[in-house]
């Protein structure tokens, strides 16, 4: 028979060893991961200005050559940073950390968030990145606004781990493509987002149709989310708008 | 299950051959024995996902296996679930950071199935039963036998949805244009988790029907 002390020492070393192993891998795993991760975040910012033919492969490279400029501007919508050359995957408007600077805003406290510009014939697409929260936990994307920062070009949702086939249908195009040609300022320059309608648009009044989507069936909580998401991430970027007008 | 072995057996001597054979056909861990149905399920609905959960358990279940056969004299009886669980557990999330390391895609697809392994009653059963009790190598092979029936019947569920249900198979479109232009089309249903307990079904059915011994009496 065994005794307490043995099985008591049989366990710490065994998970011991299972955590050293693991810690290491994780680790030596980390920079590939990341790598991926930032491809994937890369392909959200592409395909939200509707870039075609992205390939997964030379991303990057394609990133860098697509985007003619990486932005930050602070809350007051002054520009902080500038990138037009080089490597913008290094920048500091892809390395923002989102969460953390929306965080600040709702605390009252200065914040920075990214911008970026890709050139399609000779105008410029603004794309602005999104973070929210769903119904389980993160949601994310991207919107892309035309030249004249008012009409959706296009828009790519992500998100962590909503509800499949309810929640997680943000992600997919029947969605998303309702975004586009959609507008975030009315007629009189004021800042109205674009609301996620429970019960579909046709409820809304004929005007303001053009600033709301159909939420998703079954999906009331994650359509709530990107709601709110759209609303408080744009309203953060109308300064620097109002500045480019 | 073997007991009193003889000194320097072969490698491959029938009785280890059976266990890799035994998994495959009469033995078969999915439509013989019924565990792991869950997975089997959920990622059949494309060949892709199918082959890596099938060399993910594979991986899981082979080394997993042999850990537990070369730990078994020392492991006190009364912590051996836990022991069991720690291994298996280790494995799962070692196999999981080198999917999301290498094939991305596959991992946000397989996403919370791969952790599942885990649970996967397959894994547990055969440490339990077979690892517990015998010598690292017929142990790896038992190991491999298993996953290897485990992935046979994920990877014949995965052609039959895939291909009636998207027309495709790993992603190319096999069925000709011509077809759908006499309105043929493809039958969502396939995709949908019912029929891959269908296909499943139906698996088991032909398999008794040319094996008679699996039939049970009543």
């Known amino acids: ?245 | 299950m073997s007991e009193e072995k003889k000194e320097r057996e072969p490698l491959f001597s029938p009785k280890n051959l059976k266990l890799i054979k035994d998994p495959l056909s009469i033995n078969n861990p999915i439509t013989v024995q019924v565990l792991g149905i869950c997975s089997a399920l959920a990622v059949t609905a494309k060949l892709k996902p199918a082959i890596v959960m099938a060399i993910s358990v594979m991986v899981v279940l082979a080394v997993s296996n042999v850990v537990i056969s070369l730990l078994r004299n020392g492991i006190p009886p009364r912590i051996r679930i836990i022991v069991q669980l720690v291994v298996i557990a280790t494995m799962v999330i070692l196999v999981d950071q080198v999917l999301k390391a290498f094939v991305y895609d596959v991992s946000k697809q397989l996403s919370v199935f791969v952790g599942l392994i885990i649970t996967n009653c397959i894994i547990m059963g055969r440490l339990e039963a077979f690892a517990m009790g015998n010598k690292p190598w017929p142990a790896f092979l038992d190991g491999i036998g298993n996953a290897l029936g485990y992935g046979i019947i994920l990877i014949i569920v995965a052609f039959f949805r895939e291909f009636l249900g998207s027309g495709t198979i790993f992603d190319v479109h096999v069925i000709p244009q011509g077809f759908y232009d006499f309105g043929y089309e493809n039958n969502g249903l396939m995709i949908l988790p019912p029929m891959a307990l269908i296909t499943v079904g139906v698996i088991i059915w032909v398999q008794r029907y040319r094996n008679r011994d699996l039939i049970e009496d009543h």
């Open chain 1, 1 to 245: 028979m065994y005794s307490n002390g043995y099985i008591f020492r049989y366990a710490a070393i065994l998970v011991i060893i299972a955590a050293a192993l693991l810690s290491t891998a994780a680790m030596m795993l980390k920079p590939f991961q990341e790598r991926n991760m930032a491809i994937e975040k890369m392909g959200g910012i592409l395909a939200s200005a509707n870039v075609e033919n992205i390939d997964k492969e030379v991303m990057i490279d394609q990133f860098n050559e697509f985007v003619t400029e990486a932005l930050v501007v602070d809350q007051d919508g002054n520009v902080v940073e500038s990138l037009t050359e080089g490597e913008k995957e290094n920048g500091k408007a892809f390395n923002i950390n989102m969460k953390e600077q929306l965080y600040r805003k709702t605390n009252g406290m200065d914040y920075e968030l990214p911008i970026y510009k890709i050139d399609d014939k000779g105008k410029t697409i603004y794309i602005f990145p999104l973070y929210g929260t769903g119904l389980w936990g993160p949601i994310w994307g991207n919107i892309a606004l035309s030249q004249d920062l008012n009409t959706v070009v296009g828009v790519t949702f992500d998100h962590k781990g909503e509800t499949p086939g309810l929640g997680a249908e943000i992600t997919t195009s029947p969605f998303e493509d309702q975004f586009i040609g959609k507008e975030i300022f009315d007629d009189n320059g004021q800042f109205t987002s674009i609301a996620v309608v429970k019960g579909g648009v046709a409820k809304l009044p004929e005007a303001d149709r053009i600033h709301g989507v159909d939420a998703i069936s079954g999906g009331t909580i994650t359509s709530n989310g990107v709601n709110d998401m759209l609303k408080n991430v744009l309203e953060s970027y109308v300064p620097y708008i109002e500045k480019q007008k």
